[in-house]
T-cell receptor, first 109, second 114 residues
Framework: GIQVEQSPPDLILQEGANSTLRCNFSDSVNNLQWFHQNPWGQLINLFY???GTKQNGRLSATTVATERYSLLYISSSQTTDSGVYFC???????????FGAGTTVTVRA | DTGVSQNPRHKITKRGQNVTFRCDPISEHNRLYWYRQTLGQGPEFLTYFQNEAQLEKSRLLSDRFSAERPKGSFSTLEIQRTEQGDSAMYLC????????????FGQGTRLTVV
């Protein structure tokens, strides 16, 4: 199956700092999604971004499908940004998302 | 609320008992997925339905697990003779078949087998 690697595995930030999370994948994809898992375990959709760049408030994401990676940017981080961020991809000719192991972000006040 | 809904949110059961979880997808979504997530890991695919047809089952899904989606609407996931290793978060997701395949997840059911 497709391999999805996220880095770094853990990230500790001071409130107000900026950060970049990376997702590498091993095959062509039709879909890439970024999720934030809240403390209760629910996966919250951040971006649906098979290619290009999108922004939503302090978060933005870029996917370069031809080079098989995606980046999630967090600017001016807040304590509420803490949690686990997952990248998930849908391989071409497939229908199920494959997840990376996640990046655990801790934002300290 | 028109999102994906899962019930129950939490389930504690004794080893050897059977449990059943329910998932109500977004109403117009014809694709439905079950995933399992253990502590510190990303979600792992269990099974997939397109309408009422179960089209794929992961090797993770032993013969103690069964899933149904009658009439292509809600889905149930049953685990028979639960084992401690079944303790996990069970996540349901739905999406549309088509050009935009964004998946949306429910709140999950956290299973603890004691």
């Amino acid at each position: 199956g497709i391999q999805v690697e996220q880095s770094p595995p853990d990230l500790i930030l001071q409130e107000g700092a900026n950060s970049t999370l990376r997702c590498n994948f091993s095959d062509s994809v039709n879909n890439l999604q970024w999720f934030h898992q809240n403390p209760w375990g629910q996966l919250i959709n951040l971006f649906y971004i098979p290619s290009g760049t999108k922004q939503n408030g302090r978060l933005s994401a870029t996917t370069v499908a031809t080079e098989r990676y995606s980046l999630l940017y967090i600017s001016s981080s807040q304590t509420t940004d803490s949690g686990v961020y997952f990248c998930a991809v849908l391989r071409s000719n497939d229908y199920k998302l494959s997840f990376g192991a996640g990046t655990t972000v801790t934002v300290r006040a | 609320d028109t999102g994906v809904s899962q019930n129950p949110r939490h389930k504690i059961t004794k080893r050897g008992q059977n449990v059943t979880f329910r998932c109500d997808p977004i109403s117009e979504h014809n694709r439905l997925y079950w995933y399992r997530q253990t502590l510190g890991q990303g979600p792992e695919f269990l099974t997939y339905f397109q309408n009422e047809a179960q089209l794929e089952k992961s090797r993770l899904l032993s013969d103690r697990f069964s899933a149904e989606r009658p009439k292509g609407s809600f889905s149930t996931l049953e685990i028979q003779r639960t084992e401690q290793g079944d303790s996990a978060m069970y996540l349901c997701a739905s999406s549309l078949q088509g050009r935009v395949t964004e998946a949306f997840f429910g709140q999950g059911t956290r299973l603890t087998v004691v």
